[in-house]
């Protein structure tokens, strides 16, 4: 997905700013793989270059246990921790997009 919005990075709108500026972007890590925060910040990082806004808490992942692990797939339910992660990551980035969208970022001349 990154790799295809790096066709952006030099897309600007009728202002001047990056196409994507105003634009609300989340994190989700899936997978049993210790290192969610290494991937969360790449992935933050390369949004970040395109233009995109990223909320407070704007991720969520999930990471087994080393001492008990087990595969999320097999959990049966959603881990308390990860839903309410998921829930307040989706507000943030409903609140920011609706203050964005009342009032954009400035255009730089």
Not at 9 to 34: C, F, P, Q
Not at 37 to 52: E, M, N, R, S, W
Not at 65 to 86: C, H, R, S, W
């Amino acid at each position: 997905m990154l790799e295809r919005l790096d066709a952006e990075l030099s897309e600007t709108d009728e202002d001047g700013r990056k196409s994507m500026s105003g634009k609300v972007a989340l994190v989700a890590v899936v997978g049993n793989e210790d290192g969610a925060h290494k991937i969360v910040a790449d992935c933050y990082q390369a949004l970040d270059d395109i233009g995109f806004a990223i909320p407070a808490n704007g991720c969520t992942y999930w990471n087994s246990t080393i001492t008990d692990p087990k595969d999320y797939n097999d959990l049966g339910e959603t881990p308390e921790a990860v839903d309410g992660m998921t829930k307040t990551a989706a507000a943030n980035a409903a609140h920011l997009a609706r203050l964005l969208a009342g009032q954009p970022y400035p255009v730089q001349s």
